[in-house]
Each structure stands twice: as C-alpha cells, then as structure tokens.
C-alpha cells in the first residue's frame, strides 16, 4: 500500500510536510521520500529505505535541512519515490498511491517513442516513474494527468510537484482517497484526513473520483472536475485505515463498531465466552462492538509489543513477516487460562497468522478459541491497489479450502459464486472446513450485506471484489 501528503503556505512547509508523511505510517513499510521547493533554493528531494527504521528517525535530518514553500512526501511498500523528473513540462516531481495492471502496454507504446526507463530490483518498472512517463506523452501537466487516468488499468492517485504548485489528483473511480485541508497560511492534500488535525488545518474538501486540483499558498482551484461514478476500497474501514481516519465522511472507528455489533447479533446466545478480544490493533475497534453489542466484557489477553518493534520493521519474506507478527503479541495468562475467548481479527487471508495465534493461546491455557473475521471470506486478490496482505488467488485460505472440497483449481465464476453466499450449503461447508484446518471452537465470519450495512455508504460507490469478484 501506500499513502502521500503534500502542504503549501507562504512559510517554510517542511515541518507540516515531514508530520503530514508520518502521520501515513502505518500505510508503508519499505521507502518513504519528501521533496520540496522554494525560488531560492529549487529542488531538493530525500529517499530513504525505512524497513528497519520509522520514517521519523530516517528523515530527522532532512526535516531540520530541507527549506521550502511546497513540499510532497509519500510513504510506500513498493517503489521509491517522489522522484524528480526533468521534461518539456519543466522541473516535477511526482508521488503515487495505486497500481499499474498493464504497465506492460504502457512501457511498449512509450519505450517505441525512445523514452527510457530504470529499472527497479527484481526487473520491475517503478510504477511512479512510469506515470511521469504518461504525463510527459502529452503537452501539458493538466493533460498529462488526465491521459495517464483515463489509459491505466487499475488506480491511480498522484501528487504533482511544481514551482507554479502542488497539483493533486484523485484515481478515476476513486478507489483511495484524496483530501484538502486548510490554515491561514497555506493547504495541505493528504490520504488520510487526521493526518493534518494537529497541524493546524481544517477540512476544506474531498476530491471527487477523476478530480484535478491544484494548490498554492494562496488557494485551491479544481482544474479538471470530478465525476459521480466511485469505487472506493472498502477494505479501507475494515483494515487499511487508521482508527481516527474518515472516508467520505465516514468514521473508520464506527465502521468497526458496527461490523462487531453485526457479529455479535448474528451469534445470538449460540456461544458463550467469557471475554471478547481484539487481534492488535485492527481487530480492536470490531471487538469493542462485539463486546457493547453483546455484553460479554471486553478484554485483552495479549498485548501488541511496539516500544523497538515499529509496524516499518517487516521483512520481505513472508514466513520472516508471520514470525514478527507472532512476536509482537504479548500473553497475559491470567486472562487466558481456563476461558473461553472470543477473538475477532479485520479478516483471515492466508490462514497462518490467525492460527499461530490461536495455537498460542490453547497453549497458554484458553478453554476454548472463537474466531469471528469482521469480514466476508477473502476469495480474490486485489487487482486494483498495491496492497502488502493482497496475494495470488491461489494464497487465500478459502480458494485453496474451495479447491479442495471441488477436488480442483476453480476458477468459473458460476462455481465461485456458490460460495461466496452466505446461505448456501457450498458456503457452509468451506467455512468449516476452514475452521477445522485452523483448529478454532467455533467460526463465523461477517456477512457481506452486515460488513455494508455498517459502512452506510450507497453499495454501488464501494469496491467488493476481494470478497464478491464483482469489479
């Protein structure tokens, strides 16, 4: 995944700029960057590799030695960046939150123009260079962006630095979020809308999905307006957002509350724990709902450990990533032994995570282990969001479950639609084969129209298709 933020004012910016990309930390663990500009001094841009450092301690330097008016910053799993791009369209720099499905096309249309490209490690074409290289196909910033919206399949979100402003521009169906906030002296374009509260700013607007604006000190002006159409991730409530975070409006803490308080009224009396918990930290506000809902009392029989273990330090190997996972949590055995938990996590994606825990928890003690995902069962992998949980089809622990109650590699949609409705009998059967591979007493995920109904947003405007394959 990844998030931005950008500031403008008519002082010096870094200070705004360097708390703005902080505040997107939980969204990116492998590169951040900040540049900025100023008359005096132009350009000056910084990219540093914050796997085993957060983005605070790797960017104090800079935060005390770069000078600008205008800055932007983003946070990523994936390529470096911004990076500064030299062109016909002057001096830019450029930061993206989004994924390039036909990257491939793009590259032999402009690679047969001349255009070059560096290479990222692993022989990937860093995407937000690739988006530099689709404004640059056209005569001006304004047209650029809008070409490169208009040609890539999957989303794309981009913050554009100049010396005439920052322009910011939303992906085209709206899949991430973009938002401006304002101050006297300047704006602010941010992923997240806390990220700027502390700051000093106040909401000023929402792009629309496809809008172009462009900020300097002294306004916001929309260039390219945006349209009714969206797609917006839901994932951003369930997981992805942070706690404090809103998106159209919408609290992502209230979200998981309703999601908890929708499991706890799907289970009825039909368990009986002694505690409800919340996986740390995202499974904590579904939780919380559960536990109001329910009035089973709320508790917490393990503790995330996060004084030297920073969400940034995470490996790239994925059984080195589980491992930390696993040692981060803390048991508190007097809260485990000889009771019968109920936990819920934002969602179950591979499996091995959840069960770790589980297995950790019947061998500090705990009488029973109920699961209950505050989502519907994963069953396709995102093709629109760089997401670091996304994975292959073949990943999910319900497409392999699928798979082998089918005794083969399903891929029809007739098929898959069988089960993914939560009223089937096909259903029924994979969730509990699920639940036995896993070892949980008892499992019951959250049903796709309860997981909407709590986010109270109008359906056609929310992407399912983790959870549905609908695009």
């Known amino acids: 995944m990844g998030g931005f933020f950008a500031a403008v004012s008519k002082e010096d910016c870094v200070f705004d700029l360097f708390f703005g990309v902080d505040y997107h930390s939980h969204l990116g663990t492998r590169r951040a960057g900040l540049a900025v500009y100023s008359e005096e001094g132009g350009f000056e841009k910084a990219i540093h590799n914050i796997e085993n450092a957060p983005f605070r301690t790797k960017f104090t330097k800079e935060s005390n030695a770069m000078h600008g008016t205008m800055g932007i910053g983003c946070i990523s799993d994936y390529e470096a960046q911004p990076i500064l791009i030299r062109s016909h369209h002057g001096t830019f720099a450029v930061a993206t939150v989004g994924k390039i499905n036909n990257s491939e096309e793009i590259v032999k249309d402009i690679i047969s123009k001349n255009a070059h490209f560096f290479e ?25 962006i809008r070409y490169a919206q208009e040609i ?26 973009v938002v401006i906030g304002k101050k006297d002296d300047g704006y602010c374009a941010s992923f997240e809308s806390f990220a700027y509260f ?7 607007k929402t792009l629309k999905p496809g809008e172009i604006v462009v900020m300097t000190p002294d306004g916001v002006k929309t260039l390219v307006d945006g349209g009714d159409d969206m797609k917006i991730c839901t994932f951003l409530w369930i997981y992805y957002g942070y706690p404090s975070s809103t998106y159209e409006g919408i609290s992502v803490e209230k979200v998981r509350y309703g999601c908890g308080k929708a499991l706890a ?34 508790s917490r029989p393990f503790i995330k450990y996060t004084p030297t273990w920073p969400r940034s330090f995470m490996p790239t190997h994925q059984s080195k990533r ?43 003690g705990a009488k029973e282990v109920h699961v209950r995902p505050a989502c519907p069962p994963i069953m396709f992998g995102c093709k629109y969001l760089n997401f670091s949980r996304s994975t292959g089809d073949l990943e999910l622990i319900a497409r392999r479950v699928v798979n082998k109650i089918e005794g083969r590699e399903v891929t029809d949609a007739e098929t898959l639609k069988k089960y993914t409705d939560p009223d089937s009998k096909e259903y029924a059967a994979m969730v509990e084969e699920i639940r036995k591979q896993q070892a949980f007493t008892s499992l019951r995920y959250n049903r796709l129209d309860d997981m909407l109904n709590a986010v109270d947003l109008d359906n056609s405007k929310l992407c399912t298709y983790c959870w549905d394959g609908k695009e």
């Not at 322009?167 to 991430?176: E, F, H, Q």
């Not at 502390?198 to 000023?204: Q, S």
């Not at 508190?332 to 996590?345: A, E, Q, R, V, Y």
């Open 198 to 204: 502390n700051l000093g700013y106040t909401d000023c």
């Open 152 to 177: 890539i399949d999957g989303s794309m979100s981009m913050l554009v630095l100049t010396p005439k402003g920052v322009y910011a521009a939303r992906d085209r169906l709206g899949r991430t979020p």
């Open 322 to 364: 589980e491992l930390i996972a696993r040692m981060k949590l803390i048991p508190i055995k007097d809260l485990i032994f000889g009771k019968s938990l109920l936990m819920i996590d934002d969602s179950i994606v591979r499996g091995t995570q959840l069960r770790d825990t589980t297995a950790y928890l019947f061998t500090n």
């Open 120 to 144: 990222m490690q692993g022989g990937d074409i860093n995407q937000t260079e690739l988006v530099a290289s689709i404004i640059n196909q056209k005569d001006n910033l304004i047209d650029g």
């Open 265 to 298: 009224n799907r289970d009825g009396k039909s368990v009986s724990p002694d505690i409800v918990a919340g996986v740390p930290d995202s499974g904590v506000g579904h939780a919380i709902g559960y536990a109001n809902e329910s009035g089973v009392p709320y």
